[in-house]
């Protein structure tokens, strides 16, 4: 779990950094992008990784949205058990509060 941590804060610390450095050419200033739109990328990617890494859930075409910690699932599976472990999974990262699975059974 520490290391999901550490890869979290990792994610986010990168992303904040990138978002930072990259700049629009036209007016010559960075994007704008808060610290909680890093953070829920980070989560989001979280999550993928979860799903990446069960032997299940690795060939799943599921999407993954993040917004102040609430993730949405959406997509399709093949039943019940792979919908509700996603949702275990999605669940299992850090700073997520809620969430919303959409996943509707193929």
Do not use: W, Y
């Amino acid at each position: 779990m520490q290391n999901l941590h550490l890869f979290i804060h990792n994610i986010s610390f990168s992303l904040f950094f990138i978002g930072c450095s990259q700049q629009n050419e036209k007016h010559n200033f960075a994007p704008v992008s808060t610290p909680m739109e890093s953070l829920d990328k980070a989560k989001a990617t979280a999550i993928e990784l979860n799903f990446k890494t069960d032997p299940e859930l690795v060939n799943m075409k599921i999407n993954v949205e993040v917004k102040f910690g609430i993730a949405t699932l959406s997509g399709s599976v093949p039943s019940e058990e792979i919908k509700a472990k996603a949702e275990n999974l999605a669940r299992k990262v850090e700073g997520i509060r809620e969430v919303r699975n959409n996943l509707i059974l193929e």
